[in-house]
């Protein structure tokens, strides 16, 4: 790239993979005893 020439991003998908990331390190720390909670916990946080 040289100075002064466009880049051009798309935000969209640097979103998408900014989201898609947190979500995976937040999921990291979830550990969930109850076998009846992870279905309600998978549907509300997808």
Do not use: K, N, Q
Not at 14 to 40: C, K, N
């Amino acid at each position: 790239m040289l100075l002064g020439e466009a880049v051009l991003v798309d935000v969209f998908r640097v979103r998408d993979r900014l989201v898609w990331d947190y979500e995976e390190f937040v999921r990291g720390f979830l550990t969930i005893a109850d076998s009846a909670l992870p279905v309600h916990v998978e549907s509300t946080v997808a």
